[in-house]
């Protein structure tokens, strides 16, 4: 039994209520689950399970987060985000049932070239901007034609992905919309544009499949938070906590911890945290970032350390042993992230192997 008071806990009915939100606001569309990196940091297996009874299917980056869920008994479409990444990964996809994104000419060889027991669901990624995975539009026709002609594939979609969606009304994302209509008008095939930010902002995106990854969680994927809908009430799904493991009293001009970076103005009460970087909490985070203890907002004082970080408790009550909520209901973890220069998505991902998830 660990006795470190440190641990996330995961709120696994907010992210139901979330997914549920995510499909009322497109519900005609079914939903990919996004649950790639270890479900945000959340915890792939218990989300999958969480989920399974209503999601229409779940997303993952590669075959070893597949395989993880199926060794779980998750039954659910699965698709592989970036596909496979050699040839020989095709036939346990195919022995799996999952849905297999094709992106690249290599890809698009490796599938045609295989003779698969079971065929295959590929999703052909289109790349409309962001320039990073996918087929260029005018590809499109042919790569559908030798798909189609393949006794290894089964069915077809087609996706593509936002580079600026977390941008509302940003005239780059209407210009990808465009661009993949355009190249699809006419055709008959399911179609995948939307990640959270997407959905929430533009109804044009909706599709066929949406793919809500960092809204599950309880997150708004947008840096500025007024930005959510109206009416739009995400739950945090993550409370990060720990406790306070000691106490000290400083007098003005005393430094703390590495560095020195924070110097006492006044007769300052810290309080020791057990929690650091290696934890996943920022390194980067700036003195004032927000921190509950015990209930009473404070701050961050001080370079965070590997294990632990140290914060302010004058005027507050508090004694050792007290908790302490890194991120969660209280704070937000996308306010961490603005203190640290970085977004909550890599907050989330980065949750250090130390930390024990409790699902509740
Ligand atoms: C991660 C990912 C998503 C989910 O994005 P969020 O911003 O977390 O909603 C959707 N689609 C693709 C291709 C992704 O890689």
Same mark, same amino acid.
């Given at each position: ?10 709120h ?8 549920? #939100?995510?499909?009322?606001? !497109? @519900?005609?569309?079914? %939903? &990919? *689950?996004?649950i790639?990196?270890? +479900? ?40 592989? #985000?970036?596909?496979?990444f !050699? @040839?020989?990964?095709? %036939? &346990? *996809?195919?022995?799996?049932?999952? +849905? ?38 005018e590809?499109? #026709? ?8 393949c006794?290894?594939?089964r ?7 936002l ?19 355009q ?18 902002t533009?109804?044009r ?8 990854g ?14 959510l809908p109206d ?31 924070f110097?006492?103005?006044r ?34 004082i ?15 009550e ?8 890194l ?34």
């Amino acid at each position: 039994m660990p006795h470190r008071p440190l641990r996330a806990r995961i709120h696994l009915e907010a992210i139901r209520h979330n997914y549920r #939100l995510a499909k009322q606001i !497109a @519900p005609a569309a079914r %939903a &990919l *689950a996004v649950i790639k990196a270890n +479900a945000y940091g959340h915890g792939a297996v218990a989300v999958a399970r969480a989920l399974a009874s209503e999601a229409d299917g779940f997303a993952v980056s590669c075959l070893e987060e597949a395989l993880e869920l199926r060794d779980s008994g998750i039954q659910a479409p699965i698709l592989l #985000l970036e596909g496979v990444f !050699a @040839p020989d990964e095709l %036939a &346990l *996809a195919a022995r799996l049932d999952l +849905a297999i994104v094709i992106h690249s000419r290599p890809q698009l060889r490796w599938v045609l070239e295989s003779r698969l027991d079971q065929p295959l669901n590929c999703w052909i990624k289109l790349d409309t901007g962001m320039h990073r995975l996918g087929f260029a539009p005018e590809d499109f #026709l042919e790569v559908a034609a030798r798909l189609k002609g393949c006794p290894s594939v089964r069915a077809q979609a087609v996706m593509t992905h936002l580079a600026r969606a977390d941008e509302p009304a940003h005239p780059y994302t209407a210009h990808q919309i465009a661009i993949f209509d355009q190249t699809l008008a006419g055709i008959r095939i399911d179609r995948s544009l939307a990640n959270s930010a997407a959905l929430l902002t533009e109804p044009r995106a909706q599709g066929d499949w949406i793919r809500p990854g960092i809204m599950l969680y309880g997150v708004s994927p947008f840096v500025e938070p007024q930005v959510l809908p109206d009416g739009i009430r995400l739950h945090p799904a993550m409370t990060l906590e720990s406790a306070l493991i000691a106490i000290k009293e400083l007098a003005p001009g005393e430094p703390i911890g590495y560095g020195g970076r924070f110097v006492c103005e006044r007769p300052t009460r810290v309080g020791i945290a057990a929690i650091g970087y290696a934890d996943g909490y920022p390194r980067h985070a700036a003195d004032g970032t927000p921190i509950a203890v015990a209930g009473q907002l404070t701050r961050l004082i001080g370079r965070v350390s590997m294990d632990l970080l140290t914060l302010d408790l004058t005027g507050i009550e508090a004694q050792i042993g007290d908790r302490v909520e890194l991120w969660g209901k209280q704070v937000s973890v996308g306010t961490v992230a603005a203190a640290s220069e970085t977004i909550a998505y890599e907050l989330l991902a980065g949750i250090g192997r130390r930390v024990p998830l409790i699902h509740e």
